[in-house]
Each structure stands twice: as C-alpha cells, then as structure tokens.
C-alpha cells in the first residue's frame, strides 16, 4: 500500500528556514516522479516542484531560488528546504507521486502546516 | 504559464441531478505525439487531501463510481457527475500536467441544494 506521510511543519518567523520531509511507503521514491502541491489557508491548488527519476527539479515561479527539493534513496524520503519564508509561503504543504509525462499525481500525503508569521 | 478556469465557482443541486463543471485552459494540453490529453481531476473533500477521479480528459480511475465522467480535448474540459450523491459535496479541481509549472483550476464547490 502506497503511503506518503509528511513532517516537519510548524510556525515560523518571516524570512526563517524550514525543511519538510515526506516518508514514503509502498513503491521507491527514485523510482517515481515526486512533487510538493501547497494549499493557502481556504484557497485553492499550487503546484511547488517536482524531481524526476533522473533527478532534475524544477520549481514554481514563487519559489524558485528559496526553495529546494531533494530525496534520500537510503531512507525512501523526499524532502523540502524551504529557506527566505514569507507570510504568502503559509498553507498546508502535500507530498504527492507524480505527475510523471502521462500519468497524473495519483497519491498525495495529508498534508503539513507552515505558518510563516511575526 | 498556463491558466486553468473553472466554471462555475459553486454548484447547488439537488440530489439525484447532474452536476457539470467545466475547465478551461489558456493552451492545449493535448500531446499529439500519443494523442491524450494531459488533463486530470480531482476531489477534495474538508480536511482531505484531493482524489484523484479522472486522468487523460475521460479516464476513470480504478475504484471511482462511473457516475463520474469526463470529456473535452484541447482546451475545453467538463467534468459530468450523474444521480448526484450526498457524498459527492466537495470541492472539485482540474489541473493540468502537460507542462511546467502545472497548475489547477480555482476550484468548484459543489454543494446540496
């Protein structure tokens, strides 16, 4: 059973560091495409990044530069540092497989919270 | 980028009817080379992560009642639920992996009436 368990959240000062980590079970993380997708406080969807099976990444527009997305094969991990916070960086934050060329994101975490705040 | 819209922004129905909710995208997201659409979408229900129901535009995912179906290519998607369920009050959201930066619609909340 594939299952995606994340941690690390917590609250943190404007301009702080973080770094999230999603435990994976039921498949290898460097197998599979992985990404992070953040959710605002009421608000919709943002896709963050993503890092391939050869291990590119690419990030979104809004992070990139602060944040860095990584995984550890020896641990089965996937991990978020997450440096430069701002108060628009707060929302709950998903470990998702996917999407990888064809296939859709098809398992997501339940989520932890950054809160970035004075 | 490209822009995903969701129409409309919230739903209410009675049970039994039909839901439709379209998504627009500012681009295809039609790979021509194996001709899907690079087009999913999903459900989210409060305090749960988003399910995933409907991947390449029409394709159900395993375990999801057909009651839910999807259609469209290019860049204009519905997303169909038939006999709506109590079950089914959520908010729902497309979202496009053709390329980076992926991005999903702004949500549609479907409600009973």
């Known amino acids: 059973e594939v299952q995606l368990v994340e941690s690390g959240g917590g609250q943190v000062q404007p301009g702080g560091s973080l770094r999230l980590s999603c435990a994976v079970s039921?498949?290898?993380?460097?197998?599979?495409?992985m990404s992070w997708v953040r959710q605002a406080p009421g608000k919709g969807l943002e896709w963050v990044s993503v890092i391939d099976t050869s291990g590119s990444t690419y990030y979104a527009a809004s992070v990139k530069g602060r944040f860095t997305i990584s995984r550890d094969n020896s641990k089965n991990t996937l991990s978020l540092q997450m440096n430069s916070l701002r108060a628009e960086d707060t929302a709950v934050y998903h470990c998702v497989r996917g999407p990888a060329n064809q296939w859709p994101i098809d398992y997501w975490g339940q989520g932890t919270l950054v809160t970035v705040s004075s | 980028d490209i822009v995903m819209t969701q129409s409309p922004d919230s739903l209410a129905l009675s049970l039994g009817e039909r839901a439709t909710i379209n998504c627009k995208s500012s681009?295809?997201?039609?790979?021509?080379?194996?001709?899907?659409?690079?087009l999913a979408w999903y459900q989210q229900k409060p305090g749960q992560p988003p399910k995933l129901l409907i991947y390449w535009a029409s394709t159900r995912e395993s375990g999801v009642p057909d009651r839910f179906s999807g259609s469209g290519s290019g860049t204009d998607f519905t997303l169909t639920i038939n006999t709506l369920q109590a079950e089914d009050v959520a908010l729902y959201y497309c979202h496009q992996y053709y390329t980076t930066p992926y991005t999903f619609g702004q949500g549609t909340m479907l409600e009973i009436k």
């Open positions: 039921g498949f290898t993380v460097n197998t599979k495409y």
């Open positions: 681009q295809s997201v039609l790979y021509r080379s194996n001709n899907k659409n690079y």
